[in-house]
Every structure is written in C-alpha cells, then in structure tokens.
C-alpha cells in the first residue's frame, strides 16, 4: 500500500493518552507539517499556539463544559455536563489553532494544516484528537483573560484545538468506509 494513504487509513482520533509530555522537537515537527499546507493564495493565515501548562489546559476544559451545558445538541450537552469528560481527553498538549481574520480562506486553510499536523503525528505514533469544543472559551467574561494566556494575535480568531499526546493503545477496529461518496461526470 502507498505509504501517504497507509497513515491517513491507520489515523485515528485518540481520546486516552499517557501523562508523558510531548517532546519539543516532536511538536516542532508537527508544526513544521501544519505550516506546509496549502492555502488561499498563500496567504498562510494560522497560528499554531501550544499549550502544555496542565491547569490552563484544564481550566480550556471546564469553561468550554460550562458554555455548552445549554447547546441544542443533545450529545453535546451530554458531554458538557458530565464531571468526568475532559474535552481534550486528558492529552498533555493541546494546540490551538487560529487564523488571520482577513485571510481569503481562513477556515480551509487552517483545516489543511490541521490534517498535515494530525497524519504527521500518526506517522510519528503520536496520537491526535482535533475538537472544535473549545469555542466556548471566548464567550463570557473570560474571553479576554484566555485570549490574553493564549497569545492569541490581534485580528486572529480561534477556531479549534488538536489533543496531542502518546496513546495509551492503538485503535485497530476501523470502521468500513461507505463506497457512495463519489460520481464521475464524462
């Protein structure tokens, strides 16, 4: 099997990771392959923040809970109001991810580098989980104090965050991929 499609088949999100923390060249290196991503004439809109300060990523955790104990979707509801449920999953480094807001495609291109970074990881045997759950850190009477931690540039908007860490154990169950996601046209 071709090597690149061999990594996006085995890749899996990871929701059990080990306490061990990610090593800075590992990072680097996942940073390096999110920064290789196409974009909208080259514009290059992300912003890659990492954060490996256990309590602050925590603290990501619970105000996210707490803003979407309300949402119209049940399961995030469910998840949101559950004591236990981290939604970074305990990982020892989150990266958040955020774009230019002037950028002609912010949300493909940072959708781009967020694949490069979570095959990479797969290819390195580190384990990923992307969440778009983190939005609930800029709503309230936090938002400047997390904008603040995170360093999050001015006229840049946070959009998700990516859970890296070593795996606990390696998902094998993969699901079959349905066979009516295409048509040609001649």
Not at 39 to 54: A, L
Request: aromatic share 10%; net charge positive; hydrophobic share 40%.
């Amino acid at each position: 099997m071709n090597k690149i499609l061999e990594v996006i088949k085995n890749r899996r999100s990871t929701r059990s990771y080990k306490e061990e923390q990610v090593k800075k060249d590992e990072i680097m290196a996942l940073l390096e392959a999110g920064a290789w991503a196409p974009s909208g004439h080259n514009k290059q809109p992300w912003q890659f923040t990492v954060v490996q300060n256990k309590e602050l990523i925590k603290k990501m955790s619970d105000r996210s809970k707490y803003t979407a104990k309300d949402a119209e979707k049940e399961k995030m509801r469910k998840m949101a109001n559950n004591p236990d449920f981290n939604i970074f999953h305990k990982a020892p480094t989150v990266i958040i991810v955020s774009h230019k807001n002037d950028a002609i495609t912010p949300l493909e291109d940072i959708s781009a580098a967020t694949e490069n970074i979570l095959l990479q990881a797969e290819s390195m045997g580190l384990g990923t989980c992307w969440s778009a759950f983190i939005f609930g850190i800029f709503r309230g009477p936090e938002k400047e104090e997390f904008i603040k931690y995170l360093e999050i540039l001015e006229g840049h908007t946070l959009h998700h965050a990516i859970a890296v860490g070593y795996p606990n154990a390696k998902v094998f169950n993969y699901p079959e991929r349905k066979n009516d996601y295409f048509n040609f046209i001649k």
